[in-house]
């Protein structure tokens, strides 16, 4: 399913009106219940460890409890359904993820439309990946493990968090412009396949450095390369992928969003508290030591940049030929 870059930037922002009384009503008394932050993926992900630090901050703000609901599964299509679902009263919010970029074009037929039915809010965080392998890999360094990925055809696999992650289209990259010969194994979520990739039965992984870092730093995983243009804070003594695959890139980003028709005052709340986190220091500080850098804006900003990435992985999937089921 195509969604041209103009439909982002037409229809990515909106909400669609609800009487001004009503509107105005619900601004007044937002929120007085718990909201609900639903993530696509497992516990222990990266979006897992995003969402419950931008709910721990909201919950502070805004007087209720912000809370994650992991529904996994489908390269985050089941979450995002659940929200396209939901009523638009704020209550439900997706976590969004390259996934609901990729999918765009990794699936022919979805049960919803991205850009129709959810109404974005606020870009939140944006971290590059790292390239590791299981110690028993023998190569330490990229242009060892191509050589020894092509010399071992069929028998490298690679894992991701799941069809249309960017962790899955990460690879394919990766494969596409380097030639390795790797075998795509999907997870449902980061944490079940780097717990294989410890434990040996998976060979490599493109995950994103905040859920794979306490694992490199206790010698769990060896790190390879970073996916960034340039070497990280987190990772300083790890070379870039782009040193030895020219013009290689990736990262992961996160934001959310509501479903359409959610009044525009409450989207308006949410994305000021959210900008006022990210620019708070205790925030700073915490992204920053996860490997990553906040991307503040509005949702027309958002808007923008989800365009781009969609179109950006939409010619990856179509030139690897990457497929939903696997």
């Not at 991307?295 to 900003?301: E, H, K, L, N, T």
Request: charged share 15%.
């Amino acid at each position: 399913m195509q969604l041209p870059r103009r439909t982002f930037l037409h229809l990515g922002t909106g909400a669609a009106a609800l009487p001004a009384m009503s509107r105005f009503a619900w601004a007044q008394t937002y929120p007085i219940r718990p909201v609900r932050i639903i993530v696509g993926f497992a516990a222990g992900s990266t979006s897992d460890i995003i969402a419950r630090l931008m709910g721990q901050w909201l919950s502070e703000r805004l007087g209720q409890q912000f809370i994650v609901e992991n529904r996994s599964g489908a390269g985050s299509n089941i979450a995002t359904e659940a929200v396209v679902k939901a009523l638009p009263d704020g209550y439900t919010t997706l976590l969004i993820t390259p996934s609901n970029a990729i999918n765009a074009t990794l699936y022919e037929k979805l049960t919803y439309n991205f850009v129709r039915d959810i109404a974005l809010v606020a870009s939140l965080y944006r971290v590059a990946q790292v390239m590791e392998v299981t110690p028993s890999v023998p190569a330490r360094t990229v242009p060892e493990f191509i050589t020894y990925a092509k010399s071992n055809p069929g028998k490298i696999n690679f894992a991701s968090g799941g069809n249309g992650t960017v962790t899955h289209v990460s690879g394919e990259l990766f494969k596409m412009m380097s030639g390795a010969n790797m075998v795509h194994v999907p997870y449902r979520g980061a944490g079940p396949a780097l717990t294989d990739l410890i434990g040996g039965q998976i060979q490599v992984m493109f995950d994103a450095i905040p859920s794979s870092i306490e694992h490199i730093r206790a010698g769990k995983l060896r790190p390879l390369a970073v996916t960034s243009a340039s070497r990280t804070e987190t990772l300083p003594d790890i070379p870039t992928l782009n040193d030895f695959v020219p013009g290689y890139e990736a990262s992961s980003w996160y934001g959310l969003g509501v479903p359409t028709n959610t009044p525009l005052e409450i989207i308006d709340t949410l994305n000021k508290e959210i900008n006022a986190g990210l620019s708070a220091p205790r925030m700073m500080t915490r992204l920053a030591g996860l490997g990553g850098a906040v991307i503040a804006g509005s949702p027309s900003d958002f808007s923008k940049f989800l365009a781009d990435e969609t179109e950006r992985w939409g010619k990856v999937v179509k030139f690897s030929g990457a497929k939903p089921d696997g």
